[in-house]
T-cell receptor
Framework: NAGVTQTPKFQVLKTGQSMTLQCAQDMNHEYMSWYRQDPGMGLRLIHYSVGAGITDQGEVPNGYNVSRSTTEDFPLRLLSAAPSQTSVYFC??????????FGPGTRLTVT | GQQVMQIPQYQHVQEGEDFTTYCNSSTTLSNIQWYKQRPGGHPVFLIQLVKSGEVKKQKRLTFQFGEAKKNSSLHITATQTTDVGTYFCAGRPTGNQFYFGTGTSLTVIP
């Protein structure tokens, strides 16, 4: 099992550009989440999904969209990148509300 | 806003000393999880606590969940250099969202 995979590992965007961060898991987990991690802020939930076709907002959803068309994939879309979105992004999956498995992260810089 | 507070933010200890990090929530939690993140890495699950007053041990690590289910602690006995990293708590009030604490960064001086 690959667990949770994320691509790309690093990305630099200019302000106003859009992009999609990819996340996939092969553990058949129904729960998937996107977090952002900023220094001194811990991890903050952006969006999450409790199953294919079902998504909901977390603490900091503005500027991001998600969709969940399959159990395996949960992409995160930045609609119009802003410098405030410079962060490390982690995708996580879990079975029910138990242990969350995190991907290796995407380090995003917006200039 | 942040619902789960964690202290201290940083802790430097001599190898062999004990270490404790504390987590406090403004609301009652259904459960709480603890994670460890090594520098440059991703969070890795350590444990989940569910019951009021619960205490769980993993070798040198002891986890406690408060009686009111609003606070939790992680205690490491006789720290080793392999314990270096940031320790996060993540509490779930109700529903599906976990709220992470700000983390405690542990440095172990050999």
């Amino acid at each position: 099992n690959a667990g949770v995979t994320q691509t790309p590992k690093f990305q630099v965007l200019k302000t106003g550009q859009s992009m999609t961060l990819q996340c996939a898991q092969d553990m058949n987990h129904e729960y998937m989440s996107w977090y952002r991690q900023d220094p001194g802020m811990g991890l903050r939930l952006i969006h999450y999904s409790v199953g294919a076709g079902i998504t909901d907002q977390g603490e900091v959803p503005n500027g991001y969209n998600v969709s969940r068309s399959t159990t395996e994939d949960f992409p995160l879309r930045l609609l119009s990148a802003a410098p405030s979105q410079t962060s490390v992004y982690f995708c996580a999956s879990s079975s029910s509300r138990y242990e969350q498995y995190f991907g290796p992260g995407t380090r995003l810089t917006v200039t | 806003g942040q619902q789960v507070m964690q202290i201290p933010q940083y802790q430097h200890v001599q190898e062999g000393e004990d270490f404790t990090t504390y987590c406090n929530s403004s609301t009652t939690l259904s459960n709480i999880q603890w994670y460890k993140q090594r520098p440059g890495g991703h969070p890795v699950f350590l444990i989940q606590l569910v019951k009021s007053g619960e205490v769980k041990k993993q070798k040198r690590l002891t986890f406690q969940f408060g009686e009111a289910k609003k606070n939790s602690s992680l205690h490491i006995t006789a720290t080793q250099t392999t314990d270096v990293g940031t320790y996060f708590c993540a509490g779930r009030p109700t529903g599906n969202q976990f709220y992470f604490g700000t983390g405690t960064s542990l440095t172990v001086i050999p």
